[in-house]
Nanobody, 115 residues
Framework: QVHLVESGGGLVQPGGSLRLSCAVS????????MGWYRQAPGKQRELVAL???????NYSDSVKGRFTISRDNAKNTVYLQMNTLKPEDTAVYYC?????????WGQGTQVTVSS
């Protein structure tokens, strides 16, 4: 019923930018929070950014000042603007949201930062 579909990943050079999108269908955006996570090979999945229903965002220290999470409630979409990308940002990026105690994940989109 609830589906989260990421898009916008790809190959980008160091210092470049990408914008990821997470389109939510079957419901409105979470009234709690929506987030972006990432997982690189051999590493633990980590939280990248959170955006709350009202006001407020949280970012991991590794992306502060470079990434911006936003939401468009009318379009049922969450975005992650990624600037000044570094090779260490290479990972599969996942969108996440929870509704009434049930959590949902997108399928992930690959981001590769390489020259």
């Amino acid at each position: 019923q609830v589906h989260l579909v990421e898009s916008g990943g790809g190959l980008v050079q160091p210092g470049g930018s990408l914008r990821l999108s997470c389109a939510v269908s079957g419901t409105t955006l979470s009234t709690n929070a929506m987030g972006w996570y990432r997982q690189a090979p051999g590493k633990q999945r980590e939280l990248v950014a959170l955006i709350f229903s009202g006001v407020g965002t949280n970012y991991s220290d590794s992306v502060k000042g470079r990434f911006t999470i936003s939401r468009d409630n009318a379009k049922n979409t969450v975005y992650l603007q990624m600037n000044t990308l570094k090779p260490e940002d290479t990972a599969v990026y996942y969108c996440y949201g929870d509704w009434g105690g049930a959590g949902y994940w997108g399928q992930g989109t690959q981001v590769t930062v390489s020259s």
